[in-house]
């Protein structure tokens, strides 16, 4: 896989009710047309809600379903922290760094 194959979206501010929206629509966009091999840096979210984890759920399966693969990166302590609790650190691979990841994927 190459580095044009991965798609790398970087969501900004908060991943709410109104905000998660335009991550929405980006990630079924880029995943109706096959672009299935996603990053989301998160490194520029600040605060991410159910709402937001919903997003990102329905995004991996969507992407999973087509034989493609979601890795999140950047979190900050904070945001760790809510996956952690969610216990959704165990349903996304998270790396630290956007490098960790684009490494991962090629491998």
């Not at 991965?6 to 991943?15: A, K, S």
């Not at 109706?32 to 995004?59: K, M, P, T």
Request: glycine share 6%; proline share 3%.
């Amino acid at each position: 896989m190459t580095n044009q194959d991965v798609q790398v979206l970087e969501p900004e501010g908060r991943l709410d009710a109104i905000g998660a929206r335009p991550l929405e629509a980006e990630l079924a966009a880029r995943i109706a047309e096959g672009r299935v091999n996603l990053i989301v840096d998160l490194r520029s979210v600040r605060y991410i809600s159910s709402n937001g984890l919903r997003v990102l759920l329905v995004a991996q399966k969507n992407a999973r379903n087509k034989s493609g693969v979601l890795l999140l990166c950047g979190l900050s302590p904070r945001l760790l922290e809510i996956f952690e609790m969610a216990g959704f650190d165990r349903v996304f691979q998270i790396f630290e760094t956007r490098e960790q990841a684009q490494q991962a994927m090629s491998q």
